[in-house]
């Protein structure tokens, strides 16, 4: 008896907790579903306008403006570039160094004076500057003197030394002439190859300029078109991630374009701040 009438006490509040849950859950479901916030729409990408890039003046280097075909450039190059221009400084340096072989072997006239004054009073001898030959040795006595000689001097043998110093000077006059030639070559190689490069990289330019144009167009489209509800979100997000990227790609054939540029430039040895146009396709 005892355990049914504790059963019994047990069971009341059971049955009240399983009467009161149904009535619950009803309110619940009686009560208006929260408001989902609307996606707002994305704002717009602004490219970031870059100013134009200025090279510095470059000292000692002709300015060239206005058109430029690749055979001005070529003979822009042929006249300034700086390793031309060295490599040509050492072929007259080495066709000087025939010329001073050559004097060697020819006769040889100097002539030379001197007045003196000797201090302490004592007889004294004095020779004329190395690099005159034949040199003059000048002997004057202890007071003021006033001297001078006049000498000629001609080789007669010399075992064929100076015919082979004049020999090696006209080879190594040869050498020269060969390697301006070879760098004259080597620098219209370099510029039209710069030049082309420069083309290259401005047409690339001209195509990611042309592609930011479709890619702009397309975002405003799809703005547009989910602005009306006819597509997604992430449809307008998509469209603006290609824009984003296509902006870096136009920065990078931008800079591209600029460096090739500047190279051309080096490379025909003209100033870096020159404003060049290219014309030839």
Do not use: C
């Amino acid at each position: 008896m005892r355990l049914r009438s504790a059963l019994a006490k047990a069971a009341v509040p059971a049955l009240v907790l399983w009467a009161a849950a149904p009535a619950s859950i009803a309110e619940q479901n009686a009560q208006p579903p929260p408001e989902v916030p609307q996606p707002q729409t994305p704002a717009p990408i602004t490219p970031e306008v870059m100013p134009p890039f200025t090279a510095p003046s470059t000292p000692g280097r002709p300015y060239i403006a206005g058109a430029l075909s690749i055979e001005d450039a070529v003979r822009a190059a042929i006249k300034n570039s700086p390793s031309l221009l060295s490599a040509r400084a050492d072929e007259a340096a080495a066709s000087a160094r025939v010329d001073r072989e050559r004097a060697l072997t020819r006769p040889q006239v100097s002539a030379s004076g001197i007045a003196a004054a000797n201090t302490p009073k004592m007889p004294a001898l004095y020779t004329s500057n190395p690099p005159i030959m034949p040199q003059a040795i000048l002997s004057t006595p202890a007071k003021t003197s006033l001297g001078g000689t006049a000498m000629l001097m001609t080789p007669l043998y010399t075992s064929g030394r100076l015919s082979g110093a004049v020999q090696e000077a006209r080879q190594s006059h040869l050498s020269a002439q060969q390697t301006t030639a070879a760098a004259q070559q080597d620098l219209v190689l370099a510029v039209r190859t710069a030049y082309r490069r420069a083309l290259l990289a401005q047409a690339v330019q001209s195509i990611q300029a042309d592609l930011v144009r479709a890619t702009e167009e397309r975002v405003r489209v799809a703005r547009e078109r989910y602005a009306a509800g006819s597509i997604n979100l992430a449809d307008v997000l998509r469209n603006q991630t290609e824009y984003a990227a296509v902006l870096r790609q136009m920065a990078a054939a931008t800079r591209d374009a600029e460096m090739a540029l500047l190279d051309l430039k080096a490379t025909i040895g003209a100033d870096l701040a020159s404003d060049v146009r290219l014309t030839d396709q």
